[in-house]
């Protein structure tokens, strides 16, 4: 499994970005489908996911209310609308993808990850 992200970019706080993931291969394995961030100087924080042959989107609580995951399965496609933005979620935003239906919340769950894309929050 190949994951391209993409997007990213430059946007003021209070602004929307809505990023990409292109997924090639075999995905018949792939349970779940999400977004990670890493920020400068952290580690990869955990955005949230969505199963990818089921209904069930799990997010991190820190995010919940603002940013949104969809997929379309037909274009084999991952997307993350993040709205109202904020300097702190200035971060490389990767997708990823897992074999597994639990413990989406752990880094440890995914095998397949992307190149990631750089989301600057900035006035």
């Known amino acids: 499994v190949q994951l391209q992200a993409s997007g990213g970019g430059l946007v003021q706080p209070g602004g929307s970005l809505r990023l990409s993931c292109a997924a090639a291969?075999?995905?018949?394995?792939?349970?779940?489908m999400g977004w990670w961030r890493q920020a400068p100087g952290k580690e990869r924080e955990f955005i949230g996911t969505t199963g990818w042959k089921i209904d069930s989107t799990y997010y991190a609580s820190s995010v919940m209310d603002r940013f949104i995951i969809s997929r379309n399965i037909a274009k084999n496609s991952l997307y993350l609308q993040m709205n109202n933005l904020k300097t702190e979620d200035t971060a490389v935003y990767y997708c990823?993808?897992?074999?597994?239906?639990?413990?989406?919340?752990?880094?440890?769950?995914?095998?397949?990850w992307g190149q990631g894309t750089l989301v600057t929050v900035s006035s």
């Open positions: 990823a993808a897992s074999e597994y239906d639990t413990d989406w919340n752990k880094h440890r769950t995914y095998k397949f």
């Open positions: 291969g075999n995905l018949f394995s792939v349970k779940g």
